[in-house]
């Protein structure tokens, strides 16, 4: 992530008054000791451009800005050039000291980001030293419009309440990703392999495979399509070999023997749990496989109600394959649609589906809630190739998930 370029990063501009916690909190939210931290008021003087990653937010460029009630000529240039940055930034986040309150400082900022239309969270920081109340969050909401984020950035209390309002406030050209094209130059070749089973609809295909031929054409690339038992045929026919095989993931083990070691192979739904989600935290939460036990509670996660097959992935095949791992029955529960446990801490773990129907926002949601809980998450794809001991072959497209792979082993 850090070789992302700071124009394809989310710009998030930090203002508040001085001393009202700025820089506790990108420490806070980064959970590194990146920006300088002081009781003196106007440490920050001028805006400072700080590229980082936000797990599971992605990489991001953090724009501090100095106190926009700072004083005399050279503040009130300072302030100038903190305001400038409104029309650079892709989100605001406005600081308020939980002792000291709204002001017209605050109130004026709100405003401006309502004129340019601009996405604003309002974080209420040191709630550690000064307690808020129901009204002191209605005193404020009624002021600027928007539900306050209590915080405490010194002991990171509602830090992760923070990341899922950033997620859920980030404007919509943030959702604007790449499913495989990033992976492809113009002329390659990517050879998609489509089983036609009962689970496949009648004469179409679905959502993600559809989605990834077009992001595959629109990056100048070319596609075949083939079902599994076609796979070896197609690529010892071709005049050159393709640059990746993508597979539906019930297809793993024929297509792991099918393609050469030199050709990188994936699954739509591992390219998915990138596109929709953080494949980093989807693969950490694998290793948790390993560790279930007889009768532990798994949760097992659908963005949408289809019509089950009789050898239905969700409800029969994945249940059927973990079992296998642990060599005992687990206690299982299914949700479906819009309905998401909201108490989640009782599961051993969480196998959430593509998420071909949901954006990236709400996926990212549903990973940061599980993820609050202490739960592990894994997606259908990452748990598939788990289970069946090829996960480190279809990383191979992403060489640093492989990394953080070898270091937790």
Known sequence: MDSTPRGNRLHIAIFGRRNAGKSSLINALTNQDIAVVSNVPGTTTDPVYKAMEILPVGPVVIIDTAGIDDTGDLGQLRVQRSLDILNKADMVLLVIDAEAGVTEFEEDIA????????PMVVVLNKIDAHPVTAKDLADIKEKLGLEPVAVSALTKQGIGELKISLVKTAPPSWDEQTIVGDLLNPGDLAVLVVPIDLAAP???????????????????????????????????????????VITDSQAFLKADADTPPDVLLTSFSILFARYKGDLESLVAGAKAIGRLKPGDKVLIAEACSHHRMEDDIGTVKIPRWLRQIVGG???????????????????????????????????????????????PIVNYGVCIAYVQGILRRVLSPFPMIQELLDDEE
């Open 111 to 118: 405003r401006r980001c309502q004129e340019k239309k601009l």
């Open 202 to 244: 009648k004469g179409r295909l679905i959502l993600p495979q559809v989605q990834t031929i077009r992001d595959i054409l629109d990056h100048d690339a070319m596609a075949y399509v083939v079902k599994e038992r076609e796979l070896k045929e197609c690529i010892s026919t071709l005049n050159k070999k393709p640059k990746i």
């Open 329 to 375: 029955e687990l206690n299982f529960s299914w949700s479906s649609g819009h309905r998401f446990p909201e108490d989640l801490s009782e599961y051993k773990l969480v196998v959430h589906c593509g998420s071909c129907m949901i954006n990236r926002r709400e996926m990212l949601s549903r990973i940061m809630q599980v993820q609050q809980a202490g739960v």
